[in-house]
């Protein structure tokens, strides 16, 4: 990688993609006409505690955006990191991922796969433990979206998103269930689509909806070895995998929808990523937080 892509990286720190509406745009007023915090902060860190060290996380999906995002938080509180990618072309990505870990004088390393094969998951979490020889945060970012009306899904959409969002989901917290340390995270990423009724997103959102429920159970089965679980349901979020979906017509829809008029940015995300998996966010287990700009609640 060149020193300019490198430095470009560094700079981004927590940030993501930036798409047609972008935050800068946005000014969001209240009725008073007080400014609302329209603006996304790409600031340093919640908590800079280093609270992590010592930690092996494990991201899928973290060749770039929001699991590239989770991974850098991951490393500036301490923890060595397990990149997870897809797709085989998609390593450069990946390697960049590793790059800003290691950036932070922390370990990481690769592994690559789908995750609907459940020996790609065992293989991910064989990783951990043979290069770190420990796995405690399990972040299940890893995900696929369809944006079509009930009667257009086709058979192979609906496999893809039930591959990775409904049975991915599954044999990665599976694993996790079997292979992470007491007092372990698992943080999965939902939607908050799973909170509202949108059209056309049947088959992203129904095949999402076992991660609730996976929460709920997880919560209850593993917490007596101290292991939270917990979801983060995104909003629309600026990256390509919720533009890939949308016009420049539904993109400004969706952004209006929030209270800052404006889409959700990664840096707005990963707080509460980087939160729930520290040791002060123990008492929090089972629950689906959503986080949206205040555009959808439950
Ligand atoms: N962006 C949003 O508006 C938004 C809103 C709410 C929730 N989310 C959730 O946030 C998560 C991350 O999304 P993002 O916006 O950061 O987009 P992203 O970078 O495209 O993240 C999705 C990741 O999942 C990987 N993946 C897809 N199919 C897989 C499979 N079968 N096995 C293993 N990995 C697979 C993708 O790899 P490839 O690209 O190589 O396939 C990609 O790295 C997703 O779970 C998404 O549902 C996003």
Same mark, same amino acid.
């Given at each position: 990688m060149s020193t300019n892509r490198r430095n470009f990286l560094s700079a981004l720190g927590a940030t993501g993609a930036v798409g047609a509406i972008s935050a800068s745009k946005a000014m969001a007023q209240t009725t008073q006409g007080t400014p609302i915090s329209a603006e996304p902060i790409f600031a340093t860190p919640s908590v800079d505690s280093r609270a992590l060290t010592g930690k092996v996380a494990i991201v899928t999906g973290a060749r770039a955006n929001l699991g590239r995002a989770f991974a850098q938080a991951f490393a500036r509180q301490g923890a060595d990191v397990v990149v997870h990618y897809h797709r085989a072309e998609t390593i450069g990505e990946a390697e960049e991922t590793a790059w800003l870990v290691r950036e932070q004088g922390k370990r990481a390393a690769l592994t690559q796969g789908d995750l609907g094969q459940a020996e790609n998951v065992k293989r991910m979490f064989d990783v951990a433990f043979n290069e770190f020889g420990r796995a405690d945060i399990l972040v299940n970012n890893a995900g696929a979206i369809v944006k079509k009306a009930i009667a257009d899904v086709t058979d192979e959409d609906l496999e893809r998103m039930i591959n990775i969002n409904t049975r991915g989901n599954f044999l990665c917290t599976r694993e996790a !269930?079997?292979?992470?340390?007491?007092?372990?995270?698992?943080?999965?990423? !939902?939607?908050?689509?799973?909170?509202?009724?949108?059209?056309?997103?049947?088959?992203?959102?129904?095949?999402?909806?076992?991660? #609730?429920?996976?929460?709920?159970?997880? !919560?209850? #089965?593993?917490?007596?070895?101290?292991?939270?679980?917990?979801?983060? !349901?995104?909003? /629309?979020?600026?990256?390509?995998?919720?533009?890939?979906?949308?016009?420049? %017509?539904?993109? #400004?829809?969706?952004?209006?929808?929030?209270?800052?008029?404006?889409?959700?940015?990664?840096?707005?995300?990963? /707080?509460?990523?980087?939160?729930?998996?520290? /040791?002060?966010? %123990?008492?929090?287990?089972? %629950?689906?937080?959503?986080?949206?700009?205040?555009?959808?609640?439950?």
């Open positions: !269930a079997r292979r992470l340390s007491d007092n372990g995270r698992i943080i999965n990423i !939902a939607t908050s689509l799973l909170a509202g009724a949108a059209p056309n997103y049947a088959a992203y959102a129904g095949s999402k909806a076992i991660v #609730e429920e996976l929460t709920r159970m997880g !919560a209850r #089965e593993l917490g007596g070895r101290g292991i939270t679980v917990n979801s983060v !349901a995104p909003g /629309p979020v600026d990256t390509p995998f919720f533009h890939s979906m949308e016009t420049p %017509q539904t993109t #400004e829809f969706a952004a209006n929808l929030s209270v800052a008029r404006r889409l959700g940015m990664v840096s707005d995300i990963v /707080p509460l990523v980087e939160f729930l998996a520290l /040791p002060s966010a %123990q008492w929090i287990t089972g %629950q689906t937080i959503w986080i949206n700009g205040g555009y959808l609640t439950r």
